[in-house]
């Protein structure tokens, strides 16, 4: 990011410690900056040299806001707010359910006039996009509020992005997109290739879809893939508010990324016959689904395998638990191996994520036609997990770190890999096993490791006090994740 636009987030986000201090959260601070940034955006459309007709009303655009103050401005700008989230196009969808959370009028009315300072088109593309991705940074590491479980680390996304190579003119879908990172990395990788004009309009306007279920969340991916230039202020969503798994659309995409979010169980609130309000386990009963569970990732696997083209291809960062858990976890991986070329698995290190305790995978697949013959040959594991350390405020994850195994992935072309680990180098964190080796495992598990763990061994080599203490902390919360879900289970 440019000094010029860390200045700018600086300063936005200076002024949240303001309105922290009258209940206004990271989150619903960022959602009245998107209002208004919208707002400000669509009025300079509309001047010279674009003079584009948004159809915006006068008495509800962004001028309207600048002569007034004090309770008048309050008034107005929740009318605004209300009355713009009944409009059409992606303005009905960014202003949807929107409320005014800043009580306090004299604060609203310098966030109006700081963004009013700033003329935020005449931005570069990539200047205005990591502005707001950085104050969508800063929003995830509120892990108070949650907010972090919608950010994938940005070096993880544009890894994964880098080993799918997606091409242009090619489809790209995410079922629980967040706040569009994989679409933005996937943009961004686009971009830098020679686009013809046809290119450039399909990557614009027909390349992405992807589902968001939290309105405050998609409102926030429609607002960052607009600053992205992907959309236009007066084009269709790309951003569908459904439940991707409640069935299937019919949608197929030649490239699939994913974050599925965390948690085992997907739930509904429902009121019982007493008034009480508590949490029923969702079940999806879909034909296209080889087992029906309440597994929220087990059945986001299953949904993008069948959103997957038969020459498509996956990424999908998922949990240990899909990696090892019986019963329908072990029909699901087998399942996968038949049915797809499931030939990489890559082993996260903790302290990478913001949410606690988290350990993850991602799993690279490929679409095949159906067959009766076993899909998946061997797999590749790359070990980046044992002997790693990371935290996320002194040794953060960065994309060099991931440098090796980019350099081992060779574009997913199996036959020319080369594994590193070997009789002669126990350490190698690059192996491959065979279909037979995996399936004659204990339940089909994927959960592969081989390296010796050195801080159990190597007392003289530990990590930092404070890195072991975050680790520590990390794996309590993982465990007491782990038992509240059991509790929540035996209660039913």
Not at 349 to 371: E, H, M, Q, R, W
């Amino acid at each position: 990011m440019s000094n010029a636009n860390s200045t700018i987030v600086s300063k936005v986000w200076a002024f949240c410690q303001t309105l922290r201090d009258d209940g206004v959260g990271y989150g619903d601070y960022l959602e009245q900056l998107t209002y208004l940034l919208f707002l400000k955006m669509a009025h300079e459309y509309s001047l010279p040299p674009h003079n584009r007709n948004l159809n915006i009303p006068t008495n509800l655009n962004w001028e309207s806001l600048l002569n007034k103050s004090g309770e008048e401005l309050e008034v107005h700008y929740t009318k605004m707010l209300r009355e713009l989230g009944q409009s059409k196009g992606i303005l009905g969808q960014i202003f949807t359910k929107s409320q005014n959370k800043i009580q306090d009028p004299a604060k609203l009315f310098k966030l109006i006039k700081m963004i009013d300072a700033e003329n935020w088109v005449m931005m570069g593309v990539k200047d205005k996009g990591d502005i707001y991705e950085g104050l969508l940074e800063k929003n995830a590491e509120d892990t108070k509020s949650g907010a972090g479980q919608y950010f994938t680390p940005r070096p993880l996304i544009k890894a994964m992005v880098t080993c799918l190579n997606p091409q242009p003119m090619k489809t790209i879908g995410d079922p629980a997109c967040g706040t569009g990172g994989f679409f933005l990395a996937a943009y961004d990788h686009l971009t830098e290739q020679n686009l013809d004009k046809e290119q450039k309009q399909f990557l614009k306007y027909h390349t992405f879809r992807g589902n968001e279920i939290v309105a405050s969340t998609r409102r926030l991916a429609l607002m960052n893939l607009f600053l992205h230039n992907i959309g236009d202020i007066d084009s269709d969503n790309f951003i569908s508010p459904n439940d991707s798994l409640v069935a299937d659309n019919g949608d197929r995409f030649d490239y699939v990324l994913a974050n599925p979010p965390f948690g085992k169980k997907s739930s509904m609130t429902i009121t019982n016959e007493a008034g009480e309000q508590e949490k029923d386990d969702l079940t999806y009963n879909r034909q296209d689904f080889w087992v029906t569970t309440s597994n929220k990732q087990l059945n986001f696997v299953q949904h993008i395998r069948t959103q997957l083209k038969e020459d498509g291809k996956a990424a999908v960062v998922l949990p240990d638990n899909v990696l090892f858990e019986g019963g329908a976890g072990e029909t699901v991986r087998k399942k996968l191996l038949e049915t797809t070329n499931l030939h990489t698995i890559l082993r996260l290190p903790t302290g990478i994520f913001y949410a606690n305790g988290v350990k993850a995978n991602v799993l690279f697949f490929d679409g095949k036609p159906a067959s009766k013959e076993v899909q998946t040959k061997e797999i590749w594991v790359y070990d980046y997990r044992t002997n790693i350390h990371h935290t996320l405020k002194k040794n953060p994850l960065k994309y060099s770190d991931l440098q090796e195994f980019l350099d081992l992935y060779l574009d997913g072309n199996t036959a020319k890999r080369k594994e590193t680990f070997s009789e002669a180098n126990p350490e190698g964190r690059w192996r491959k096993f065979s279909y037979d080796e995996v399936i004659a495992r204990d339940k089909t598990s994927l959960d592969i490791t081989w390296l010796k763990d050195k801080s159990l061994a190597d007392l003289d080599n530990l990590p930092d006090p404070d890195e072991l203490a975050e680790e520590i902390v990390e794996n309590i919360e993982a465990g007491l994740e782990s038992f509240r879900a059991i509790i929540a289970s035996l209660k039913g």
